[in-house]
């Protein structure tokens, strides 16, 4: 489907799209729906090709070039890529081939985090390849952070999310696995480093102590949102009547879990196909 099929469009009236590896951009999805309500989505999860925090950097770029040329064929005005490993590797190549504005989680939660931590001692998870980027001690460090950041990685967490596995005691084990160190560390702010993790959120909270503030880069990446709509003149009712969701690959708990995180039974989930030839 092309811009042109949804009838003549000024820019302002176009979707804005969203994407992930799978299921966690979600979480961006409903934050970005509850801070810009009249405003219309198209839903990319790249559910045959999860997780994307396992593989190379070429092929994460090149993930992120098909969903965001899936997405540009609707016309959308713009993009917010709601995966932390394809915002870590690809989101300046994105920007250079793009002419709409394109948002990534990792520069709004690292500002998020500095303006939340009292003492300076900040922890970021994610998968391996975000970890491994180190694009959050970047991001800090840009904005005058002077402290050592505590990384690691949590390969685990989001096959249990895309599993709908996001509480009970193998949960609350592997978690304890993961951050043991942390607690140690005497943390007193975390960032969610994967779209995934929120929806870990109430049993990280309660391993480390709710005197831990969690940054969640789906919230910090919608606020970014909700302020660069005015500054582009982008903000405006879409002419879409509903969202869209769509995945690459049939997953059995894609469903229900979105229906369960964007608080909808009434949800319509279509299949997409990417790569060469394969254009909506």
């Known amino acids: 489907m092309n811009s042109k099929d949804l009838g003549p469009l000024s820019h302002t009236e176009a979707a804005i799209g969203v994407f992930d590896s799978g299921l966690g951009g979600l979480t961006v ?4 729906k509850l801070r810009l309500p009249q405003e219309r989505y198209i839903y990319l999860g790249d559910t045959a090709r999860t997780p994307y ?13 098909e969903c965001s040329e899936f997405l ?16 870590s590797y690809a989101i300046e190549a994105l ?7 394109i948002l990534g989680t990792i520069d709004a939660a690292a500002r998020q985090a500095l303006q939340v931590t009292r003492t300076g001692k900040i922890g970021v998870i994610g998968t391996d390849a975000t970890i491994a980027s180190r694009a959050f001690e970047k991001a800090l460090q840009r904005d005058g952070f002077k402290h050592a950041l505590h990384s690691k990685a949590c390969p685990l ?14 949960v609350e084990k592997i978690v304890e ?9 005497d943390l007193d702010t975390l960032i ?10 109430n049993v990280i909270q309660e391993f480390l102590g709710a005197e831990v503030r969690i940054v969640e880069c789906s919230a910090a990446l919608a606020e970014e949102a909700g302020s660069l709509l005015p ?20 997953t059995p708990k894609f469903e229900s879990m979105a229906a369960f995180i964007l608080g909808s039974s009434k949800l319509s989930v279509e299949r997409a196909m990417l790569g060469e030839g394969a254009r909506p």
Not at 75 to 85: E, R, S
Not at 157 to 169: A, K, R, S, T
Not at 177 to 185: C, G, I, K, V
């Open 95 to 101: 920007r250079a081939e793009s002419p709409i504005p």
């Open 192 to 201: 969610l480093g994967c779209t995934h993790y929120p929806l870990l959120k």
């Open 72 to 87: 540009f064929d609707w016309g959308i005005k713009m993009l917010v890529v709601a995966c932390n490993t394809a915002s």
């Open 231 to 250: 500054e582009y003149v982008l903000s405006k009712t879409s002419p879409l009547k509903k969202d869209r969701l769509f995945i690459t690959d049939d």
């Open 53 to 65: 925090g396992s593989k190379g950097r070429e092929t994460i770029i090149r993930f992120a070039r």
């Open 157 to 170: 967490f989001v096959p249990l999310v895309e599993q709908g596995m996001c509480e009970g005691e193998i």
């Open 177 to 185: 696995l993961y951050l043991s160190d942390f607690r140690r560390a």
């Open 29 to 32: 999805l409903k934050e970005l």
